[in-house]
């Protein structure tokens, strides 16, 4: 599970009271219709809610090989005994059965409480669900689903598409996968509904639709944005619980919330009453009042959700406080794609106050190596010209489409191992009869996936007695780089340094601590043996923790210059970004006067190695290209991942690192600097890099800015082409340095010359010529001649496209017209404008052009 952190606690632990439990659809014409189930309860009650649960004794159709049972304690985060108190469980295969309405679709909720039931472990129970021919759910575990997302019981809804027996059976099988596995449920609804859905826009193919209608779907989010928590007994005659959105967000660019000042015409001719309720459309979240910040980021929501699935996203929209048409317009981007061009609330509902809904669709493959999310932003169309820049939401649902099989389930997700540890020392059991969670029931298992890792964060930070105010505020979401607290004084080396205490409660919150003797065992107390590489900070260790996991261990070196500054300014940084060519910080141990860092092990170690520096055999000219690519992706999410810009200031094929599958990830950030503001050109800072690699306007001014991130790269891609290190004291004075020798033979036409003989014969001419131009132009003598990073991806990418199909990649270039700001600004969802006081693009662009890809 990727632990992406989030903030707001507080509204969260609001967002999800006791109000969760959903009241009987008002859209069922008969009460006949309906089976509202508490399972293994021997005769009817009442919830908190004032809601009738039936036994579901007369509905189940087994062999003798099911069983009612009654949980042994109660969590007090249940909303109510009625239905989570009992439990049906089956040690076979065992089926409900229930005539329903031939025409119309269904509701289908399952309530799961793993509690301790008789002597059953809660653990041991695996088991699928399927509805008909649909499969709900597939070698489910409610013990780790509720462990892993920090709740006490589970709810799952679906729709199912019509049935035209008029029977529904819901099977509930124990997985064969497991010893003594069995199966449970403590409450069921089926529930008639109306058809609500629409064809969808297919996003990523022009003027395609996607009948989302025809499939059977399960609930993944449902939000309502810029609002509070509703619960289902105020929903609008659906029994749907809507969430605040806060949690989603990406970044410290959150924009503002508003609640509107007038009357919603609700319902509309457009919209039916049951599409949403009025609370939906009565918030919104928008961008703010600064048209400047606003052309310079998106408004952004991040859901994990599961691979290979096609997604159904319905945004909610009403514009109550524009009045016209083209005073706010903006366009919606899904996953790095175009969704709509120019959405305008106005234009489409036809006046101030009116709500409306659009649909999109997008099937989310499972990109190895990557998280797996579905991204939703929102730009300002600056290309309309629109009065004000800005963009607007109020409501947003994403459902997942049974696939071509009729299955709907996921994999169960992972707990977090910081949440883990926070329970061992609390002394929760997750074995125990209850997992003791914070908060309660989350619609959907992929919903709380990022609230797990707030809760987990929260319990740790809780355990360490500082949390007060870290969730106050969405300055403190992640990635969040302007508030570094390394600028705290030094303690010594030599004695125990007050490090730790001077970083941010978020970093130490999102590392994980490692005592002393854990590194010293992980390392066979820092025996030489296990050395695997040497830099400025000290020896680096390979290490093994958690009972088989490969670490890279870096120890400081007490002689060494990159001191406690470097140490903190390192995990300030790493601990905040997570990208798939960044290296990952595990955790850090400082203790005893020690300073370590701990990080994911990189099988291939550095690309300078595979390069020149070492006994590797040479790699291919393609293999390089892909890795070139990699670490410019990385470097360009530095750039333009969040508000504020981070500059590397230590690019260098030694700090860029090959893992098992070859993906490269930049490394070592302990000279990292956080980057100029809107107001700024540059940082003036002293300078610290690499020799041979150091941008010469950065060295001779002392300002330092992303275009000298771009000028080390430089040196890196004719490293790359030339397989000799930047700095050769060994050769002529006019060769010494790679940089400048690069450059001159460029000039002269004689570059070919000096490329590296083994790679000669695979190098398409085309490619060449682009890779060189591109390196060449990383190396101007000032920064507002070099590209920025994203247009340098763009020209790798463009590379690897020459190099494969050249034929081809003409064929994209032509329609570029050689224009690649304006194509990655398309890719992106965002429009470039010049800081002030520069001609300097600012770049918010996030993903590249040729083959666009996800963080």
């Known amino acids: ?28 014409k008969s009460g006949s219709d309906s089976y509202v189930l508490a399972c293994g309860a021997s005769g009817s009650g009442t919830d908190s809610d004032g809601r009738n649960w039936q036994s579901d004794a007369n ?54 409480y793993p509690s301790t039931c008789t002597s059953l472990d809660p653990n041991t129970s695996y088991f699928s669900v399927t509805a008909n021919t649909f499969t709900l759910l597939n070698n489910f575990s409610a013990s780790i689903t509720a462990q892993a997302l920090t709740q006490a019981f589970i709810v799952r809804e ?76 105020k929903d609008s005659g659906l029994t749907r619980t809507w969430y605040d959105d806060t949690p989603y967000l990406f970044g410290a660019g959150s924009g503002v919330t508003s609640q509107a000042n007038i009357s919603i015409q609700y319902p509309t001719d457009n919209l039916p009453k049951h599409v949403a309720p009025l609370d939906v459309y009565s918030t919104a979240r928008s961008m703010g009042p600064d048209s400047k910040v606003n052309q310079n980021y998106n408004l952004t929501w991040i859901f994990q959700v599961d691979p290979n699935f096609t997604y159904a996203l319905r945004f909610h929209f009403c514009e109550y406080q524009e009045t016209k048409v083209n005073q706010r317009v903006f366009d919606i981007y899904v996953n790095n794609q175009t969704a709509q061009e120019g959405a305008d609330v106005i234009g489409w509902a036809g006046s101030q106050g009116v709500p409306i809904y659009k649909d999109y669709a997008v099937y989310v493959g499972d990109r190895s190596g990557d998280d797996d999310d579905l991204w939703v932003a929102l730009h300002p169309s600056v290309s309309m010209k629109p009065e004000y820049y800005d963009a607007i939401l109020n409501g947003l649902e994403i459902f997942k489409l049974n696939d071509s099989r009729g299955n709907l389930a996921g994999p169960n997700p992972v707990p977090s191992l910081m949440m883990l540890q926070a329970e061992a020392k609390k002394g929760f059991s997750p074995s125990g009869s209850s997992f003791v969670p914070v908060i309660g029931g989350i619609l959907g298992g992929s919903a709380g996936i990022a609230i797990a890792a707030l809760i987990s964060i929260f319990v740790y930070r809780k355990m360490s007695g500082d949390y007060g105010n870290q969730y106050g505020s969405s300055a403190n979401w992640l990635p969040l780089y302007g508030h570094s607290h390394t600028s705290a004084s030094r303690s010594t080396i030599s004695g125990k340094s007050n490090c730790s205490s001077h970083l941010s409660t978020l970093a130490q919150g999102l590392c994980r601590h490692f005592s002393l003797p854990d590194i010293k065992h992980a390392t066979k107390n820092f025996d030489e043996s296990q050395v695997i590489g040497v830099g400025g900070f000290g020896k680096v260790y390979k290490g093994i923790i958690d009972q088989g996991i490969a670490v890279a261990i870096k120890r400081s070196n007490p002689s060494s210059e990159q001191g406690v500054h470097e140490f903190q300014t390192e995990i300030e940084m790493l601990s905040k970004l997570r990208h798939k060519h960044l290296v990952s910080l595990i955790g850090f141990c400082e203790e005893d006067g020690e300073m370590v860092l701990v990080y994911d092990y990189m099988a291939n170690g550095t690309l300078r190695e595979h390069l020149y520096k070492g006994n590797n055999p040479a790699m291919s000219w393609k293999q390089r290209l892909e890795i070139c690519i990699g670490a410019a992706r990385g470097l360009h999410y530095l750039h333009t991942g969040a508000r504020y810009t981070i500059i590397h200031r230590d690019v260098k094929t030694t700090n860029i690192l090959l893992d098992e599958k070859w993906v490269a990830k930049v490394s070592d950030f302990g000279l990292s600097k956080t980057g100029p503001n809107l107001n700024q050109t540059h940082v003036s800072t002293v300078v610290k890099g690499s020799f041979g690699y150091l941008d010469p306007e950065y060295f001779r001014r002392q300002q330092l800015t992303e275009k000298s991130d771009v000028y080390s790269f430089g040196v890196v891609l004719f490293e790359v082409l030339c397989a000799r290190p930047a700095l050769n ?127």
């Not at 398409?764 to 060449?776: D, I, L, Q, R, W």
């Not at 996030?846 to 666009?852: G, Y």
Request: proline share 7%.
């Open 158 to 233: 679906f729709s199912l598409i019509p049935i035209d027996s008029g029977t529904l059976n819901l099977t509930f099988t124990p997985s064969s996968n497991y010893d003594n596995a069995y199966a449970f449920v403590n409450g069921i609804e089926v529930i008639p509904m109306p058809d609500i859905y629409q064809p969808a826009a297919l996003v990523g193919f022009s003027d395609q639709t996607l009948d989302v209608g025809s499939s059977t779907l399960q609930t993944m989010f449902r939000l309502n944005v810029g609002g509070r928590f509703i619960p289902a007994i």
């Open 729 to 855: 004291p060994s050769l002529p004075k006019e060769q010494v340095s790679l940089a400048d020798w690069a450059l001159h033979c460029q000039k002269k036409g004689t570059l070919w010359d000096i490329v590296d003989p083994y790679i000669k014969g695979d190098i398409n001419p085309e490619c060449y010529n682009k890779f060189a131009e591109t390196a060449e132009k990383c190396l101007a003598d000032h920064g507002y001649n070099r590209p920025s990073m994203g247009d340098v991806l763009w020209n790798l990418e463009y590379s690897l496209q020459l190099q494969d199909n050249p034929a081809g990649a003409g064929l994209i270039a032509d329609s570029t017209t050689n224009d690649t700001d304006a194509n990655h600004r398309e890719i992106a969802g965002t429009e470039e404008t010049g800081r002030e006081g520069t001609d300097e693009p600012y770049s918010r662009e996030i993903f590249s052009t040729v083959n666009p890809k996800g963080r």
């Open 59 to 112: 509905y189940i159709i087994s062999s003798g090989n099911s069983t009612a049972a009654t949980a042994q304690n109660q969590d007090p985060s249940l909303p109510s005994t009625i239905p989570y108190m009992t439990a049906r469980i089956f040690s076979s295969e065992s089926t409900y059965k229930f005539s329903v309405p031939k025409k119309g679709r269904l509701w289908v909720r399952l309530h799961f």
């Open 1 to 28: 599970m990727k632990c992406n952190s989030h903030i707001l606690f507080s509204l969260i632990v609001l967002s999800v009271g006791l109000n969760t439990i959903p009241v009987v659809s008002k859209y069922s």
